[in-house]
């Protein structure tokens, strides 16, 4: 007799980063009986979870609210929601000072004022603290089961999801009050460390349901990496000058206005790069904040302050672009009764508008987005 699992929940998360554990800790939170499950292992599995990355915190300072905002507004092509940013700001804040004491997230501490700087995060710790967090929250995990479909009940309603627990060798099948969808986005065969398991399958159990998508057009988006890299950290090229391959600088290349230049030139000679705008201080704090970005390096014998290397692009699709599954409501309901969407597999328009999401703006938007459809599934 082939063996099947067959169980019932409040709410189903789909996906085990940051937006689906956030969802699931915040249904919990709520009452709720939660099943989570992934494809992969529920901590180490997705973008997030071997890299670092910046979080869109900032202080309740008006000021400098509103300088955070028009950051990303002009280059979004002003498509942004100001109410949803605002909305974002305050879930971040609040939620990096929940991972900070409930959490105990051991953020770094500046040695001047003794304050914890909370505006990054380490993937590996990240994950691995909410995974355990969840666990003990009463979460309910099953890994290595990718979910396959959506069920659906006779009024059109989302109930739960069917799949397949690979190391079980089993079907599974839960049914469920409401459902939330955070399986990533969709960066198939990019190589970008960590997106192995971003293949879009969240989104195609969306649109076999009938949920509308938006933003699409905004998520053919490319990183820049090192050659024969996988690390894709774009925001520190902001302080990159980059180089034609017989040494002359490559005017208007940039890796926020700019991109465009160096994949144009990439069609026909290599580019280089070298972080020659970052001072003494800036190096520090960049070795600090990110240290995998390092290891390429210093693994060839370059330092990448002082000597040119070679860069490339790859492509990360709804991973780094904007583009995903329609949101209707604060809660981050779709157009399809009893299912949410959050994280990287929803789209991010609200806060970034038709450019990239890529770093502290997804990172903000995981846990934001994924807090509000957690509470409102539940």
């Not at 860069?311 to 009764?337: K, M, N, Y």
Request: a negative charge.
């Amino acid at each position: 007799m082939t063996e099947f699992l067959d169980l019932s929940t409040d709410v189903l998360v789909i996906g085990g980063g940051p937006a689906g554990t956030w969802a699931a800790l915040r249904a919990r939170q709520s009452g709720a009986d939660v099943v989570l499950v992934d494809k992969g292992y529920c901590g180490t599995s997705g973008a997030t979870a071997p890299s670092g990355t910046g979080v869109w915190y900032v202080g309740p300072d008006p000021s400098v609210r509103a300088k955070a905002k028009a950051s990303r507004e002009s280059l979004g092509g002003h498509l942004a929601d100001h109410a949803w940013m605002d909305r974002v700001l305050d879930q971040t804040y609040a939620n990096m000072n929940l991972l900070a004491e409930e959490g105990r997230y051991p953020f770094p501490v500046d040695p001047e004022t003794g304050a914890q700087i909370r505006t990054g995060l380490q993937g590996p710790e990240y994950m691995r603290r909410m995974r355990t967090w969840i666990k003990r929250a009463g979460v309910h995990i099953l890994d290595h089961s990718p979910a396959l479909e959506l069920l659906v009940d006779a009024d059109g309603q989302v109930r739960g999801a069917a799949g397949y627990r690979r190391q079980k060798h089993h079907d599974y099948r839960v049914t469920a009050g409401a459902v939330v969808i955070a399986s990533g986005g969709c960066a198939f065969l990019s190589r970008a460390l960590g997106t192995n398991v971003d293949t879009g399958d969240g989104a195609l159990m969306a649109a076999e349901v009938g949920a509308v998508f938006s933003g699409m057009e905004f998520s053919n988006s490319y990183a820049i990496v090192p050659a024969n890299s996988t690390i894709t950290k774009t925001a520190y090229y902001g302080y990159a000058t980059f180089f034609h391959a017989d040494g002359r600088v490559l005017e208007g290349a940039g890796s926020t206005k700019g991109r465009s230049v160096i994949a144009k030139t990439l069609l026909t000679e290599p580019v280089f790069a070298q972080l020659d705008r970052a001072n003494s201080e800036v190096q520090r704090q960049m070795r600090l904040g990110q240290p995998n970005f390092f290891l390429q390096f210093d693994r060839r014998g370059i330092d990448p302050f002082t000597d040119r290397f070679e860069v490339d692009l790859l492509a990360e699709g709804t991973v780094r672009g904007t583009g995903g599954i329609e949101v209707v409501s604060e809660s981050c309901a779709t157009t399809v009764p009893g299912l949410f969407a959050a994280g990287d597999a929803a789209t991010r328009e609200r806060i970034c508008g038709g450019f990239t999401g890529g770093g502290s703006h997804n990172s903000a938007w995981a846990m934001s987005s994924g807090s509000w459809a957690g509470i409102g599934a539940a």
